[in-house]
Nanobody
Framework: QVQLVESGGGLVQAGGSLRLSCVASGIRFVSATMGWYRQSPGKQRELVATIIRDGGTNYADAVKGRFTISRDNVKNTQYLQMNSLEPGDTAVYYC???????????????WGQGTRVTVSS
């Protein structure tokens, strides 16, 4: 069974930092594309950042220079370090994986349950 379990969300003042973690199980983590998305009330879910198997990264323009995505292939965990947080970053953050459950199986998208981040002004 595939599980993506996020942690690290919470309430922080503007200018502060948080680090989100997502522990994955049931997938071939080393070959997965991992990422973070977020959804604010009344808005569609949007890309925050992705990281591919070789460590290449991609960021939304709104978070470039403030957020850093990383992964630990030994711990099957990805991280999102969020610095200089702004009230506009308030959202539920979702862990994303495009992964195989076994070698040679097709890649499938999976989502975590989300962790809430609230940035106060």
């Amino acid at each position: 069974q595939v599980q993506l379990v996020e942690s690290g969300g919470g309430l922080v003042q503007a200018g502060g930092s948080l680090r989100l973690s997502c522990v994955a199980s049931g997938i071939r983590f080393v070959s997965a594309t991992m990422g973070w998305y977020r959804q604010s009330p009344g808005k569609q879910r949007e890309l925050v950042a992705t990281i591919i198997r070789d460590g290449g990264t991609n960021y939304a323009d709104a978070v470039k220079g403030r957020f850093t995505i990383s992964r630990d292939n030994v711990k099957n965990t990805q991280y999102l370090q969020m610095n200089s947080l702004e009230p506009g970053d308030t959202a539920v953050y979702y862990c994303y994986a495009n992964a195989q459950v076994e070698w040679a199986r097709p890649f499938t998208e999976y989502w975590g349950q989300g962790t809430r981040v609230t940035v106060s002004s």
